[in-house]
């Protein structure tokens, strides 16, 4: 890459883009960064998200990642009063931004009143879903996140997120 990169076949804009859409990224810290945005509805912060990445690559699976998420105060805040009809929905609203279509809230809700999945299991089949990975590759959230995360060792502030969002581009230029 660096002799593509020296010898101008690719601009340094193509070589963040490579990275930052290569497999390796795709299996291992993006699952990270959606369950963030999909659990929590903002930027991550940089330690926690670096924390989460470390210990899923490490080993530590999806599921106990998002357990965390479960445990922790943040999440207790917004949705511990909520029983699974309610947590179902709002997942629908804030992850997919729409309402509960009749069958998939019929398998989610059943789900977890069989106690076959955990509230964790059901935010990361919300946030692994197709719908929510295709509505995260238009926005560009996801993809602004981590290139700041990995290029800047930062997470950028909601203001400047937003800006680039309304762009319609990420900091290395139309996608």
Known sequence: MGGCLNNGAITKPQLILIFSTSPE?????????????????????????????????????????????????????????????????????????????????????????AETITKGDTLIGFSESTEYKTKNSNNYNLQITMVYAAMLHKLPAQTTLDEWVAEGQSPMGTL
């Open 25 to 113: 990224f795709d299996i291992m810290i993006a699952p990270i960064a959606r369950l963030y945005f999909a659990c929590f509805q903002r930027i991550p912060d940089y330690g926690g998200l670096q924390y989460c990445i470390n210990a899923y690559t490490s080993g530590t699976s999806l599921s106990s990642v998002a357990q965390e998420f479960i445990n922790s105060q943040e999440f207790i805040n917004v949705y511990s009063s909520l029983n699974n009809e309610a947590f179902v929905t709002l997942l629908y609203q804030n992850v997919l931004g729409r309402d509960p279509d009749t069958e998939g809230y019929n398998y989610w809700l059943g789900q977890l009143n």
